[in-house]
């Protein structure tokens, strides 16, 4: 005989968030982790295949496959985020959101580009120290994009790095000094750090500690977007400033 049972919300009973990686990423889904910790926010993922040489072309080719890999997050999401600063401005967000929401209509919808955005305006900074480690061919559309948006990249530095799986392996003490460099260079407001691979919650706070400025990276500001569009008060979970607004 079967036995009867209830059943009650599951996982996530503050919010339910999902999460499309890039399948070069290995650094994203850390990052998240260390945010969320066991607190009631359920964290979906879900993999989207990516060229291992970050350029134009290969970013714009993941828009075809963006419906695929939104499909595969259970629905009910609350919030989902597409997780690649480029790849978002390369195909554009409202792109991003509407492939998105074909299969998730009912959910918020965010990804880096958006989110640092969001971010910087909400610290109510707009000249910005721009680090990456990509190749130019990639950071200008990201640049000409903020600038568009109101922010200005008033100096760019990057490691030039094109293959995504290198990027995962570069130090956080690489890009600590890469941030300091730059801001040593020119007055700026703010720091941005572009990239969902790149590591980057181990220097968040030093950086703000040791320059007074705030830092935004990619991973922080697109969790922080998301939990706020999850309708949740996320204040103390990550590094940096943000996270205390």
Partial sequence: MAQAFETDGGFGTLARLGL???STDESLE???????????????????????????EALRMMENRLPEAARLLPQGQDAI??????????????????LVR??????HVSNPISAVIAALRALEVGRIAYV?????????PMRAYLEAQGITTVIEDS????????????????SKNMMLDAIAKAKVEAVFVSCTNLRTFGIIDEVE??????????????LWHMLRLAGVDARGWGPGRLFSL
């Fill in 159 to 174: 490691f030039a790095e094109g293959d995504d799986r290198t990027v995962a392996h570069i130090s956080e003490k690489s």
């Fill in 102 to 107: 074909g299969h998730h209509p009912g959910a």
């Fill in 20 to 22: 499309i990686v890039l």
């Fill in 81 to 98: 985020g597409y997780g690649c600063t480029s790849a978002s401005t390369v195909i554009g967000p409202e792109r991003v959101a509407e």
């Fill in 132 to 140: 990456s480690p990509y190749v130019p061919s990639v950071t200008a």
């Fill in 209 to 222: 500690r040791e320059t007074g400025l705030p830092v935004v990276s990619s991973n922080q500001a697109l």
């Fill in 30 to 56: 850390n990052e998240a982790r260390l945010v969320l910790g066991d607190r009631a926010v359920s964290m979906m993922h879900t993999r989207i295949p990516a060229e291992e040489d970050v350029t134009p």
